[in-house]
C-alpha cells in the first residue's frame, strides 16, 4: 500500500536558519506529492505541490523537488522565520480515488 | 471566496451523549472527506464522497459513526453514542477532481467527549 515516512521532530532552529525536512514515500504508480502545514489551532493548508518526476513545488520561499528515483520529496528553505513555526505534513496522492495519504507531521519551532 | 465552513468550532460533550459535526465545501467541488487527527494517530481518513456519494468508508472506526451528504453543498457527520476516546479534532475537506487533487480543509472541530 501507500505510505509515507517524514523525518520526526520536533525541530528547532534559529531564525533566520537552513531548513531541511525529509519525506520519503512508497507508493503504486506515479503518485502526486504534497507538503501541508497546519499553524496552531488552524487546518491544514497546502504549502506546495508536484505532480511529476523532477516537478519542483515552490511556495513563501520553500521549495520541494520530486525525485523519483530516490522516492523522496524533502522540503526545504533558505532562511526560516519565526512566522514559519507550525506542524509541516508530507502527503501523497495515487490512483484514481484521489485520497491523501499523509505522513505523521513535524513540528518546527523556529526561535527569535 | 469562502472556503470549507465547518461547525461548530468546539464542542464539549458527555459520554453517551450523540454529537453532529457540520461541513460546508467550497462551491463547486464535488469530492469532500472527513478525517480525524489525534497526537497518537496522526490524521486518519474517516470517509470520503465523491458527487454526494460514499466512495470509501473504510476508515470509519465503528457502527456509532455515521456520515451523509444529503447535496453538494453540505455533509454531516455523526457519533452515536459518544465516547471518551473519541475526543479529537476533526477536520472536512473537499477538492475538484478533475486534473488536480488538492484537497482544501476546513478550520476542524475539536471534539472533547467527558
Known amino acids: 500500500g501507500n505510505s509515507v515516512t517524514q523525518m520526526e521532530g520536533p525541530v528547532t532552529l534559529s531564525e533566520e536558519a537552513f531548513l531541511t525536512i525529509n519525506c520519503t514515500y512508497t507508493?503504486?504508480?506515479?503518485?502526486?506529492l504534497f507538503w501541508y502545514v497546519q499553524y496552531p489551532g488552524e487546518g491544514l493548508q497546502l504549502l506546495l505541490k508536484a505532480t511529476k518526476a523532477d516537478d519542483k513545488g515552490s511556495n513563501k520561499g520553500f521549495e520541494a523537488t520530486y525525485r523519483k528515483e530516490t522516492t523522496s520529496f524533502h522540503l526545504e528553505k533558505g532562511s526560516v522565520q519565526v512566522s514559519d513555526s507550525a506542524v509541516y505534513f508530507c502527503?501523497?496522492?495515487?490512483?484514481?480515488?484521489?485520497?491523501?495519504?499523509f505522513g505523521k507531521g513535524t513540528l518546527l519551532t523556529v526561535n527569535p | 471566496d469562502a472556503g470549507v465552513i465547518q461547525s461548530p468550532r468546539h464542542e464539549v460533550t458527555e459520554m453517551g451523549q450523540e454529537v453532529t459535526l457540520r461541513c460546508k465545501p467550497i462551491s463547486g467541488h464535488n469530492s469532500l472527506f472527513w478525517y480525524r487527527q489525534t497526537m497518537m494517530r496522526g490524521l486518519e481518513l474517516l470517509i470520503y464522497?465523491?458527487?454526494?456519494?460514499?466512495?470509501?468508508d473504510s476508515g470509519m472506526p465503528e457502527d456509532r459513526f455515521s456520515a451523509k451528504m444529503p447535496n453538494a453543498s453540505f455533509s454531516t457527520l455523526k457519533i452515536q453514542p459518544s465516547e471518551p476516546r473519541d475526543s479529537a479534532v476533526y477536520f472536512c475537506?473537499?477538492?475538484?477532481?478533475?486534473?488536480?487533487?488538492?484537497?482544501?480543509f476546513g478550520p476542524g472541530t475539536r471534539l472533547t467527549v467527558l
Open positions: 475537506a473537499s477538492s475538484l477532481i478533475d486534473s488536480t487533487d488538492t484537497q482544501y
Open positions: 502527503a501523497l496522492s495515487a490512483g484514481s480515488n484521489y485520497k491523501l495519504t
Open positions: 464522497f465523491n458527487n454526494n456519494v460514499p466512495i470509501d
Open positions: 507508493a503504486t504508480g506515479y503518485p502526486s
